[in-house]
């Protein structure tokens, strides 16, 4: 995490993800104030650190169902994590209020008052997170017609809801997870993305298989696609890894998936990645 020093610094602060100060009072309550990446997700906090992750590229079907619209997962404001006792294993409760504000030259968009609850588990390996979210949106779009501009104003309340668990014990890993959003929009009323990975070590060598998958109910432009994904990860030294991936992706009749139009056969993309972390 950045910490927040000084206003001269807001131009360094408007583009971290992280930029807070925090205060931990008792041992089982800490505080954040300032930006935060909501906890969305079973990985929300390493999501941007690619290293951390076994994959070259995080299943899209899953990750971007709460990224209607740039950077939706940043916002400011207060967030608490509560430590709850427990002998056999531990967890905590993470419970935020913040707001999310972008302007651009044609687009005004206030989310607020966000208010999430996450609740999160961990035992020998094996790592739960349960999250609930609304997020009132308020976005003012303006068009140049002729030299005159044009507002319109949309109001809507999305509910987001998701559970993740995952397996971290050497030398299997594997992660499941499924993200729910759901408005009052009637050209977006609901969409949903699951997806499961396994992978396994041998040696500083780890394959993975994966399988995604994204539906969007009701929506009248559908982004449903689907993802099965190989890959393979080689730890070649401390700290570093370079990691291929093949994605084969499928797109439904009626659907342009996560593509700016629909793709006319399915789609095969190979990345390779030398990443690290210091």
Same mark, same amino acid.
């Given at each position: 995490s950045t910490p927040l020093y000084s206003s001269a610094a807001s131009d360094v602060y408007k583009r971290q993800k992280w930029a807070y100060l925090g205060y931990t009072p008792t041992d089982w309550l800490s505080l954040k104030l300032g930006r935060f990446i909501m906890p969305l997700y079973q990985i929300s906090e390493?999501?941007?650190?690619?290293?951390?992750?076994?994959?070259?590229?995080?299943?899209?079907?899953?990750?971007?169902?709460?990224?209607?619209?740039?950077?939706?997962?940043?916002?400011?404001?207060?967030?608490?994590?509560?430590?709850?006792?427990?002998?056999?294993?531990?967890?905590?409760?993470?419970?935020?209020?913040?707001?999310?504000?972008?302007?651009? $030259?044609? *687009?005004?968009?206030?989310?607020?008052?966000?208010? !999430?609850? /996450?609740?999160?588990?961990?035992?020998?390996?094996? +790592?739960?997170?349960f999250m609930v979210s609304r997020l009132p949106l308020d976005l003012l779009i303006r068009r140049q017609v002729g030299g005159m501009t044009f507002e319109s104003e949309l109001e809507a309340d999305y509910d987001y809801y998701s559970a993740g668990l995952q397996y971290n014990r050497h030398p299997w890993k594997a992660i499941v997870e499924y993200a729910k959003l759901k408005s009052d929009l009637a050209f977006l009323p609901e969409n949903y993305g699951t997806t499961l990975t396994f992978g396994r070590h041998f040696g500083t060598v780890m394959p993975y298989i994966g399988y995604s998958e994204r539906n969007d109910t009701g929506a009248s432009t559908s982004?449903?696609?689907?993802? $099965?994904? *190989?890959?393979?990860?080689?730890?070649?030294?401390? !700290?570093? /890894?370079?990691?291929?991936?093949?994605?084969?992706? +499928?797109?439904?009749?009626?659907?342009?998936?996560?593509?700016?139009?629909?793709?006319?056969?399915?789609?095969?993309?190979?990345?390779?990645?030398?990443?690290?972390?210091?």
């Open positions: 390493q999501q941007y650190v690619g290293y951390s992750q076994m994959w070259v590229r995080p299943p899209r079907e899953i990750y971007a169902v709460a990224s209607q619209f740039s950077n939706f997962d940043t916002s400011e404001g207060i967030w608490a994590t509560i430590t709850l006792p427990s002998q056999s294993f531990s967890s905590s409760i993470d419970i935020y209020v913040s707001e999310l504000e972008r302007k651009r $030259t044609n *687009l005004e968009m206030d989310v607020s008052p966000i208010r !999430g609850v /996450a609740l999160n588990v961990e035992r020998r390996g094996l +790592s739960a997170r982004s449903d696609q689907s993802t $099965t994904m *190989l890959g393979i990860r080689w730890d070649f030294a401390p !700290g570093y /890894a370079i990691k291929s991936q093949l994605d084969y992706i +499928s797109v439904p009749s009626g659907s342009r998936g996560g593509f700016s139009q629909r793709p006319e056969n399915d789609v095969a993309l190979f990345t390779v990645a030398l990443e690290w972390a210091l």
